[in-house]
């Protein structure tokens, strides 16, 4: 899954174990490719590495260290910058969603494409955010904005990862078990018909057709599986043979 | 913001410290009905008070605790599950995306919807899986799914919010700046042209029309302000009046 993504860029992040964070969330979406602008604690750093474990470990591993954001991006040539706050700086805001679509593009076009995020607690400075060609900002609770370093991250992968796949609006998920054959269902029908014809369950006999047809057509809408088909009719059988008793 | 979105039931979580880092997801986007199903360390949490703060803890404080899954979700009319590992129960399987879209439908009809987290470490059981009408599964990197509660709740909470507002695909972040009107575009254009044709720039002659043509181009293309106007033509006076000297 991991391939030619975009670089995620944590600026001068403070935390250790946010940026084992940020690994973990980036190689959620098959995202590997993590550059990291000046760590505050130092290089490399024991509490990111417990942090990621496993394969983000190697996402760490791999990870450029620079000293500047300018170093960080020199090759590349679409810079995102993740930001909360309006800025005073004019540049084309995106949402997650616009901009990992417009990235998809860009890197299939042979671009290199950046992502931009900000230190903890304070976020990206003005002087970070000007060297990025379009801003990106997540439309969260406006009295309620508390996304961490890693959870900005998180949303961004989540975002590229949507955009590349398609997916289906619903998939039904099955284990081992496969759907019954419309000729068990209606066999099942036929089973439950007869015998609750002779139970004289379709009383009165005005109703019978309708009630018939009502039961016809729930055996269809359960999407029964072939074992479920096989309950039924073992259920029915030991449901006649107590009542015979 | 907050308003008639899913309640978020986080079933048997263990650790407070995720029940507030769930609650401040929620909100962030906007939710704010949380059901908590026998928590661990029971309830009310200090850790997860410390964790949540402010308006989040309004959250946990409001929260209903129930004692069962079934308790939990009884008032709801469509419940969503959500899980990470294939389930052997038949059950339609639903991205984050295609599932809170369906909950909005759902809600704008009148409907109760309510979304299952399970426990840090295993997730939900069957039994709590059987309860629902469909599950709700992010598409993450097979070689590498290690979603914790709260970034499941995130995901989750952004597609409910996203589902429900139109997003711009890009708009402009300008501050307080303003955008120079064409006409003050048409003038920095002549100032350089006029300034420029003294100084014998557009040269060769014959290249001099398509030069001209390019320069104008850039001005419009370069969405100034009319700030960044006035800059340019300052620009201009500084470099002509140094060479005059």
Redesign the interface.
């Known amino acids: ?2 391939g030619n993504g975009p670089s995620f860029v944590l600026v001068r992040p403070q935390m250790g174990e946010n940026v084992g964070a940020a690994a ?2 980036m ?4 995202l590997d490719r993590m550059r990291l602008v000046a760590p505050r604690d130092g290089w490399p750093n024991p509490r990111a590495v417990a942090m990621a474990s ?3 470990g190697r996402v760490l591993d791999r990870a450029g260290i620079f000293r500047t954001v300018p170093d960080a991006i020199a090759d590349c040539t679409f810079v995102f910058a993740t930001t909360a706050r ?10 997650p ?2 901009a990992m679509a417009r990235a998809r593009e860009l890197i299939e076009g042979g671009q290199r494409v950046a992502v931009l995020f900000g230190p903890e607690r304070a976020g990206l400075e003005n002087d970070d955010v000007a060297r990025a060609h ?2 990106i900002s ?10 961490n370093l890693a ?1 900005a991250v ?2 961004c992968g ?1 975002e590229w ?2 955009q590349g ?1 398609a ?1 289906p ?9 496969e759907f019954a054959p419309a000729i068990e269902i209606e066999k099942l029908g036929d089973h439950y018909e007869r015998c609750l014809d002779d139970a004289g369950f379709f009383f009165p006999a005005t109703k019978a057709d309708s009630m018939k047809l009502n039961l016809r057509n729930l055996w269809t809408r359960a ?1 029964l ?1 072939r074992a479920d088909v096989q309950m039924f009719h073992g259920i029915l059988r030991k449901l006649v043979r107590s009542r015979e008793k």
Chains 1, 2 share one sequence.
């Open positions: 899954m991991p973990r969330a190689l959620n979406f098959g496993g394969a983000a309006s800025r005073e700086l004019i540049k084309p805001v995106m949402t969603e616009h379009a801003v997540v439309p969260v609770n406006p009295a309620f904005a508390s996304l959870q998180l949303l989540y990862c949507r796949t997916q609006a619903e998939m039904m998920g099955l284990g081992r078990s999407a599986t």
